[in-house]
């Protein structure tokens, strides 16, 4: 079975939200913070084709009054539960190292889609994970520093400030929780 990808499980994430045609997609992708993702239509369509062969989204043909058909998508069963497992998935350490987009990806839609209580454990794993990842990447620095070239051991402390702001702002998102509830 194909891997389902990032793309795809952002735009599982958006319909999850409510029903949105290719269109609506490539919009938000263009228009938001999202950009990350392409709004080409060569990009998007393939992607919803290949999420409704899965069965995960079923699309659906609409036309309005004086308007043009469009075809609206909504997630599945199938596609609430795929989502749902991806997002409550434990949080590794090669998340932290090579996946951070999706697991900002899975918290964007948490709320929603797992709930407050689940949101919370994320956060409290993604904490740990990087409380545990840091210490080794200061290690790793310290030990090797001098046989660095600068550019090497400058972007390697660019590398570990990220991490220790993702830190500083997985403490403070589970404060923001904490005082939610």
Excluded at 23 to 36: A, E, G, I, V
Excluded at 80 to 89: C, G, N, S
Excluded at 105 to 127: C, I, K, N, W, Y
Aim: with cysteine; charged share 25%; proline share 4%.
């Amino acid at each position: 079975m194909q891997t389902i990808t990032t793309l795809d499980f952002a735009l599982l994430g958006l319909i999850s939200q409510k029903p949105c045609s290719g269109y609506d997609l490539r919009k938000f992708f263009s228009s938001t913070p999202m950009t990350s993702y392409s709004d080409s239509p060569g990009t998007i369509y393939p992607a919803l084709h290949r999420l409704e062969r899965r069965g995960l989204i079923r699309g659906q043909t609409e036309t309005g009054k004086g308007q043009r058909e469009r075809r609206l998508f909504q997630l599945t069963l199938r596609g609430r539960t795929e989502f749902r497992r991806w997002q409550l998935r434990p949080i590794t350490r090669a998340d932290v190292v090579r996946r951070l987009d999706a697991l900002m990806l899975r918290f964007a839609f948490m709320d929603e889609s797992a709930g407050p209580v689940a949101t919370r454990r994320f956060l409290q794993a993604f904490h740990k994970e990087l409380a545990s990842y840091i210490p080794t990447l200061r290690e790793y620095l310290k030990n090797n520093r001098s046989a660095m070239p600068l550019s090497g051991r400058l972007a390697l402390e660019s590398g570990i400030l990220g991490y220790e702001t993702l830190f500083r702002w997985t403490k403070a998102a589970l404060a923001a929780y904490h005082k939610e509830n």
